[in-house]
């Protein structure tokens, strides 16, 4: 488990460093992210040559652990939103309204999608 973690947290370290090396405007865990898949399609191409804590399905219990505890990450963000209740309320219109607008918008994609999916299909 431990080496799975550590794989993890290393693509996520790439990811980072690879944003700020190139300055591309993506979140670095997102790269860290295509990483972690690419690795695991070159694990399940190699087969007996890689680790074999990586290829028993630890891996994939470590990144269920971590997705299990997942909420706990969004607790500093939470704080943070109410430590600064006077920024969000001198704003509160144009959020309000962002809100509103691409909700509206992504129901309007998702039911257009759809229509057009539906109307394909004998």
Do not use: W, Y
């Not at 144009?94 to 759809?114: D, E, H, K, N, Y």
């Amino acid at each position: 488990m431990l080496l799975s973690l550590g794989t993890i947290l290393l693509c996520q370290l790439i990811g980072e460093a690879l944003t700020h090396a190139t300055g591309i405007p993506v979140p670095g865990p997102v790269f860290g992210l295509v990483l972690c898949v690419l690795l695991l399609l070159a694990r399940d191409r190699l087969g007996g040559r890689v680790p074999l804590e990586l290829r028993d399905g630890s891996f994939e219990k470590t990144g269920s652990v971590i997705l299990a505890n997942l909420s706990l990450l969004f607790i500093p963000a939470g704080v943070g939103v109410i430590q600064r209740l006077d920024i969000l309320a001198g704003n509160a219109l144009p959020i309000i309204a962002a809100l509103s607008i691409s909700t509206v918008l992504g129901l309007a994609v998702t039911a257009g999608v759809f229509t057009f999916v539906v109307r394909r299909l004998p």
